[in-house]
């Protein structure tokens, strides 16, 4: 049974974007039984026609267009950053369902008044985190118990770009601090080991002209309330010449390291391979738990909360980089 008012099946969808995420999304919205996509809006008009033609829906001129129709039941948002925030809160606003990609807002405030909103007016809200869904989080958390007491933790993910695109991802304002626009690196490690105590960061950027880059690099240090270490290396563009995806926790048992899609498993004297599945998939299967949740009141896999949490760190990890000091993140959530 259903949580939330106005529940319609097939619930009409209205998407906002047009990209590589937003064609996914529409194929997973086509895909199931539940859904319909109705109207798709785009910051361009010809990018809208096209993707409304490729997946048979109607074009609209604008988000606030698209959030203000009467047969859109859901908006799902597949924006630039900077947008999620504003666009989420007046969908909710207008008694909209909201599917978001991390992260719902550039301001943990703003998310946080999102969520609350949200809950008020008893209408769905998801934030996507299908990291969480992957080979990679589901192996970690499955083999986690083997190493002992985790103390000491690093992910790295680390992008070449010979020559960096005129696009969203490479503008710092829509983009967003990119600990925040790529939440995902933060939030595995509070799903896995809990709240954050404290932080330091440093980030940089290349080739900065009127807002683009061209190069973005950002390191930060946590500690973690269990008093764990841990380290975050995340860094794309021009400027990066060595490619990395390698994730390991040390415990005092033992310890794993993935790196790529390859695992290794060390206990004591013994050592073994883990292999990672196959990623594909990832966000059909973030759109069919969360209709479950919607429909039928199953647990989702993500809450607005965990994702608001990670945000929170996110916005210390960017103080912190901006002031040269260590940020304090009390359980309340606030940074001093």
Not at 112 to 128: D, G, M, P
Not at 293 to 319: E, I, K, M, W
Request: charged share 20%.
């Amino acid at each position: 049974m259903s949580l939330y008012r106005y529940v319609r099946n097939p619930l009409k969808i209205g998407l906002v974007g047009t990209g590589f995420v937003a064609k996914v999304r529409a194929q997973s919205i086509l895909a199931d039984e539940r859904t319909q996509l109705v109207a798709v809006a785009s910051s361009s008009p010809e990018r809208a026609q096209s993707f409304a033609t490729e997946f048979g829906c109607k074009p609209v001129a604008s988000w606030q267009e698209l959030v203000a129709m009467p047969e859109v039941d859901l908006v799902m948002i597949c924006s630039t950053n900077d947008n999620h925030g504003p666009i989420a809160k007046a969908a909710i606003k207008a008694m909209r369902h909201v599917i978001v990609e991390y992260p719902l807002s550039l301001d943990p405030q703003e998310a946080e008044e999102i969520i609350v909103q949200a809950a008020n007016k008893q209408v769905f809200l998801h934030v996507e985190h299908i990291e969480l869904l992957g080979a990679l989080h589901q192996t970690m958390g499955e083999w986690l118990g083997k190493i002992g007491q985790p103390h000491y933790a690093r992910y790295a993910t680390l992008v070449p770009q010979r020559q960096a695109p005129r696009k969203w991802t490479y503008h710092c304002q829509q983009f967003g601090f990119p600990l925040a626009a790529a939440l995902s690196r933060l939030h595995r490690f509070t799903n896995l080991f809990g709240e954050v105590e404290r932080v330091s960061c440093q980030n940089r950027y290349g080739g900065l002209e009127d807002g683009w880059f061209k190069t973005s690099l950002c390191t930060a240090q946590l500690t973690f309330r269990n008093g764990l270490f841990a380290e975050v290396v995340y860094g794309k563009g021009e400027e990066i010449w060595l490619p990395a995806r390698r994730f390991e926790i040390q415990g005092d048992r033992g310890g794993m390291v993935f790196d790529g899609d390859h695992g290794t498993l060390t206990v004591g004297d013994e050592t073994m391979s883990i292999e990672l599945g196959a990623r594909r998939g990832m966000f059909a299967q973030d759109l069919s738990i969360a209709l479950a949740h919607f429909f039928d009141g199953r647990q989702n896999y993500v809450t607005p909360s965990a994702s608001l949490n990670s945000l929170r760190v996110a916005n210390a990890c960017r103080a912190a980089a901006a002031n040269g000091a260590i940020v304090i993140i009390p359980s309340d959530g606030s940074e001093t």
